[in-house]
């Protein structure tokens, strides 16, 4: 395939591009199991937080925990700037559409302490919850430091991009498995979206990799950056690298895809395509539960010159439980995301993840459930 | 074809994205033979109205037989849980767009009776039509037992999925023969959508399958659970599966595309893709005789954990006849939909459903009605 | 390529999926010779005006015959059934939205007059026009008994499709070559789009072939009969029948595209393809001359039975001068349409009508006028 | 690939069409190197501003020399037709939408003054920016007469489109090597969109050569006149020129995209497809410095008979300087457009435009920024 003289490219897709195909043996989905292995870590649910602030703090953390996710806090977010972040994140939920950059480039000009990424740690293991925290690779080592060995369960080091061979005048790159010593702990990292930067990662010592690169619906990197692949092929493509690295090393590296999910038809087609666990961020930031009242922002959303993300009105849905185990209040998909996962599983013929990795996926029209309810109100029955 | 690195996939195709190529013989629409052969029942219109309480009750079930098609009266919906289900119509039919979920969930709560399943399927006998009825798996033998042998003309299991070889912990699947000994009657199943669940279903004995899962425009399968195949695929691949196993069998079971369809349009691309006979919901529910006044909605938007429908405004468009025979008094090919399949089927110069199956589909960009209109309305003529 | 198990199809195109590449040589506009032979009669402009009763009476067809072109009359049309028309098109283009399927019924409702007929034909005449008209196949014969020969220049039997091989239990097909011989002229005959039934016209003795089945603004037939295909493969399908036929014959058939058009680069696009002429009505409609007052409707609108096209607002942009020659007062393409072709000829270096059919043509996504001001207004640029 | 029976096409693509893939090695923004080497001219940025009214006159000339940049005063714009433009400018800007075409065709009925062409050329000279300036071809001899030798950088001679090969009854194509020596500049020359003229441009003499027809926010040439080439697949296509013709000459003739280019991933996208610099004028609109005052237009869109492009409104978004360097105000991808290349080059891994022309692209369905964030707001969260 060309897209001109010479010029070698390949097409790509995402969740709004495929559909999944039932299987020929069905299953009770009382019957399936959801849990999934990370690098160790037994989660009833295959399910990370968004290191995003609008997404996890220590409430919104223990409450996932408790249902069987894992939430993973942002090291360098408000949380760890400000003692308390509560005024801060008003402002930004109160912010006219004008001024919201402004705001949230103020907000996050507040300087990091150590001090309170120390605390915000300890008050997430007191509430029994499992603990996972995220820095950037700039940040990593240091928070590494802070941290110390034995406080956290996960430890995620991510970037929009990460590669094992970043190459800087400036810094250097961290040591996933020196920080995995510092901390005891699994390290996962990301974002990566192709075949060769993630089999790069695992060959570095990533025990988990975070797939995806501007697919969130509060990111703008495809757009700002003109950079990103679909999830759909990049799950596929990093499952790939995944088996390759598990032939040449005997171990299984969990693939997380990371972003872009709205509903749970999409986390059926991100495991389908090969991920082992999902990390979603604006789903969840529709819980009562989540810091972001009715709203979310991607972390590069203040940066100082280039914002990468926008601030989205998600709404507030109901408390987290019904969005992840239901019942569900709404009939769009956005409640009770992995009682549909657990649905769709049965459906297709799958008992666990890795045999919903294996089921038939088609290449399909995208069908947007709006347009469907619309056209018949507008288009076709109604008076015109 | 590759979604990812190593994953196959294939095109499929919907309704949106095909069209019919005129004949090279063209015939005189009134000699064309549009009835069908519904697994020993003959129907002067290849037409089985939904299981859906927005679209068949006694009474409108009654009038699509005398027009020439089946109603399929759904066991387990209102008219078997109500006395008198007018009330509770009318409440979903009023309820806010924010709280018709849990107006739905509310009146599907209400239990199962025996005596209502008896009783309405007798009083559709009453009125002289012929007899379709629909449990859902779990329900068929309970159901059969009920009715018992010689009430009913055709017997149709339904669920969003079923296949031949449902593995289950709590209860056992449905044996189709047995079921159609019970009732001394014709079994339909479905939905399936694939060559192989169709076989399968075939070989287990169905009289006829329906194909479709999440399509129907009331239906959110495919987002909620991310599941489906548009229905032009769907149909030429059970197609398939019907001229295979009537090599191995010397049976012909017949395919019903079931949801999906819009127009008279679509049923001529339905009949075009492989269908011997199309069922259909929202457009008829736009009759004055259809239950949901001016409203349809999925079977399973009612469901207590997990809703996959939604309700959706259809409007009232006219009398039964005028949809399904005319006159048309809309230009939107919501109208007259047999009449339309007939001058469709001679414009393509086939003179019965099988020759029709035959006819030339290509593929083409989508083409909306309301687009057109509107880009001379706003983009082109007018003023700007 | 297949569109289900075993079943074939192909991938076809429309105006909006195509563009044309700049020659390596470009011309001179001036030195651009517009002109086409249409069965022997020589036209400035590659134009005819369709058998529309929006676009054509006898007033706007003297006016596009002065200006290079040749308007179509519909012998069947208001014109034919009303002494004076006037007040039925001004019910028509006052009618509201939700009445006027019903004001255009009872319009058509009135009995074709024999005597009008001939007196329009007449009353054209007189104004110096070159003169075409249209019946459809059934009236075609009578229509010729009626006008009699050496009339009229052209000969239009028009229908939405027709073949040289119609099956009917209730009348006779038309005999081309007899009606040329009856009026002494050239017959025109279609419409068709594919190879197959265009070569079958030819064959029957068509002196030129319509084509396009569906595609006009105000038509619904591939919404109320799933029929249609794109105008691009239709033009360069037919295309290869005259070339085919050219090459079994000795006889050059010219092929007139007709519907679908909106713009100049749609009549390029529409050249470029393989068409040696356009039919056009909704442009032309727009027109100060033009009997629709600013709305175009399709001849099978008032259908009795099942409407199969809708009235459309174009408003009202200009005299027909402007329109087809300019200056344009309009940004968008819909004024000089035949300055544009000229320009778009001399861009791509073809100096006549036979070398334009054999320019470059892309497959390009579409990229709508609207949508790109639209996303500077209110995505990009300006407050948000 | 087929249209139709036997006429060949190929598919080509746009921004919106492709994505790219973070390298496997990353670098650190600092490292990477914007310059680029414009026919023997080093710019800091590679960047011209579009010679268009709204974008470039002598004081927006000279803050974006100052910038790293270059623009290109049209010398048949407003600026040599008017001593004082403003006024003119002003009308523009103020027009309703209905008048804007009639004053556009006014503002440019004034004649171009010899004088006023001569005194804009010594006015930037003396900012001490650099020096670029466009005529038409049919005026390119007569300007460079009037400019004389040693006083511009850079000489564009541009039009819609322009080939080596122009055949005219009325006059003369200009002889690039001539031109070259009467100013003593490099001749940059275009616009084209295909290989086999681009390589006839470079073969001709032009010095560098503009691609793009039709692409841009404020130009309806694919519409009105059906012709054009996405900018994806043209700047491959003539990237391809420029290395057949390096390898036949020795000669390295740079490639500048022209048009289509919103936001700072588009022209990450240009660079990768194969671009040496970017043309670009409606994100340059928006700066405070830019004279269209909110509004740009296409300079084809005065055009007395054939308008051929649009006026549309782009607002004010900040300084210039923020819009190329930042620090971006925005979270769209409008500002700091060259620190989004920097970074989306960091992130590919390349350091310098001949790395960043050979990166992974890949075919990507389109993801809209707006659509993302209404499907949260209006589908999927918030009260429906």
């Known amino acids: 395939m060309e897209i001109g003289r010479g010029r070698k490219s390949r097409q790509t897709y995402g969740f709004d591009d495929v559909a999944l195909v039932p299987g020929t043996v069905t299953l009770d989905p009382e019957d399936v199991d959801l849990s999934c292995d990370l690098a160790g870590l037994r989660l009833q649910l295959p399910l990370l937080a968004s290191a995003m602030d609008a997404v996890v703090d220590v409430r919104s953390a223990a409450v996932i925990s408790a249902l069987g996710g894992i939430g993973v806090l942002h090291l360098e977010g408000l949380q760890c700037r400000y003692e308390d972040p509560e005024p801060v994140l008003g402002r930004i939920a109160s912010a006219r559409p004008e001024e919201v950059v402004a705001v949230l480039q103020e907000a996050y000009r507040e300087p990091l302490k150590d001090e309170l990424v120390a605390r915000r740690v300890a008050e997430l293991k007191e509430t029994g919850a499992k603990v996972a925290v995220s820095p950037t690779p700039i940040f990593a080592h240091r928070a590494a430091e802070i941290i110390g060995p034995g406080k956290v369960d996960v430890f995620v080091v991510e970037a929009t991009v990460i590669t094992a061979r970043h190459i800087s005048s400036r810094y250097q790159s961290p040591d996933l498995r020196r920080l995995a010593d510092m901390v005891e702990a699994p390290v996962l990292a990301g974002n990566c979206n192709s075949y060769e930067a993630a089999l790069d990662l695992m060959r570095a010592g990533a025990d988990g990799v975070l797939v995806g690169v501007g697919p969130g619906a509060a990111c703008t990197t495809r757009r700002v950056l003109g950079i990103g692949v679909p999830q759909v092929t990049a799950a596929a493509d990093c499952a790939a690298a995944r088996e390759d690295y598990r032939r040449e090393s005997g171990k299984r590296v969990p693939i997380i895809l990371n972003g872009g999910m709205r509903v749970g038809g999409d986390i059926a087609k991100a495991i389908a395509a090969g991920a082992d666990a999902v990390m979603i961020g604006s789903p969840l930031a529709m819980a009562e539960e989540a810091p972001g009242r009715g709203y979310n922002w991607g972390m590069s959303t203040g940066h100082a010159g280039l914002p990468r993300g926008t601030r989205i009105h998600v709404g507030i849905a109901g408390p987290m439980e019904e969005i992840l185990l239901g019942p569900a209040k709404r009939d769009d998909g956005t409640m009770n995301l992995f009682g549909a996962l657990r649905l769709s599983m049965a459906t297709c013929g799958a008992r666990t993840i890795p045999e919903m990795q294996q089921v ?23 008076t015109r």
């Open 360 to 382: 038939e996926i088609v290449v399909a029209p995208a069908l947007p459930f709006e347009g469907k309810a619309q056209q018949y109100a507008q288009g076709v029955g109604g």
